[in-house]
């Protein structure tokens, strides 16, 4: 069973997840594998205290890579599943917010 801090296990940094915090309030977390939209969506709510409109999950795919002279497959980053929750637009999680 997992617990409410078991679910996130970090905060997904890029230029597109700061595009849609600030653009479009989603914000972008790695999950567990086993994780669920309704745990994310009550983790998300708990911890951060915001109200959650809606949650997307997906699992990204391990990315694969050629090595040696015989060029044979070999992964170089394991899958993972990540979550885009969107919030409401008046609130913000501050974990995402730079130095004010």
């Known amino acids: 069973m997992l ?3 078991d679910v996130l296990r970090r905060p997904v940094e890029t230029e597109k997840s700061r595009y849609q915090q600030t653009k479009l309030h989603q914000y972008v977390f790695e ?3 086993d994780a669920t939209k309704t745990q994310v969506r009550e983790a998300v709510e708990t911890l951060f205290d915001v ?3 809606k949650v997307n999950v997906l699992v990204v795919p391990a990315k694969l890579g050629r090595r040696g002279r015989t060029r044979r ?3 170089r980053n394991p899958e993972y599943k990540k979550a885009v929750v969107t919030i409401r637009a008046d609130q913000t999680i501050d974990l ?3 130095v004010k």
Do not use: D, I, P, R
């Open 73 to 75: 497959v070999v992964q």
């Open 3 to 5: 617990t409410l801090y």
């Open 51 to 53: 109200e959650v409109v």
């Open 96 to 98: 995402f917010e730079g």
């Open 31 to 33: 999950v567990h594998a």
